[in-house]
């Protein structure tokens, strides 16, 4: 009986072993890079004259409140629009009726009461809350 032997063996082991090894974490020795390690030192001299300007004015941002504008009467989806205009994000909605509806489709309801009230000074991070009502109720 003969016993063949594969040219290919020797290789599919020694990848098989590579692979195993890099599953581990480990490089196997063949492939192996020598390292390198490189120091650098650098030194920086600075001389500071002492200031004879009088420090810079520091000048406050911008305000960050704004009057809040009169929606009353406006579809809901022109209010959210002109409240954002106004640099107000902050939104929140409620049915007036009191039924707990959501406001899905904002141009078939009206506002009916805001607040805060339009012309109160308000910060712009403020919610506004829009109280509205369908268009085709009393």
């Known amino acids: 009986m003969r016993i ?6 020797a ?12 599953a581990c974490g480990q490089t196997p ?4 890079q020598p390292q390198v390690t490189v120091t650098a030192t650098a030194t920086t001299t600075a001389t500071v004259a002492p200031s004879t300007q009088a420090p810079e004015t520091v000048s406050q941002p911008p305000s960050d409140t704004a009057t809040v504008p ?3 009467g406006l579809d809901h989806q022109l209010a959210q629009d002109t409240l954002q205009a106004a640099g107000y994000y902050l939104l929140a909605e409620e049915d007036v009726t009191g039924q ?3 406001i899905a489709w904002d141009r078939n309801w009206v506002v009916v009461e805001q607040s805060p009230v339009a012309g109160t ?10 109280r509205s009502r369908k268009k085709n109720e009393p």
């Open 100 to 102: 707990g509806r959501v």
């Open 121 to 130: 000074a308000a910060p712009r991070d403020a919610t506004i809350t829009l």
């Open 4 to 9: 063949r032997r594969h040219r290919g063996s």
């Open 11 to 22: 290789r599919f082991l020694a990848l098989a072993a590579a692979l195993a090894a890099a």
């Open 70 to 72: 009169d929606v009353v």
């Open 29 to 32: 020795p063949e492939q192996s």
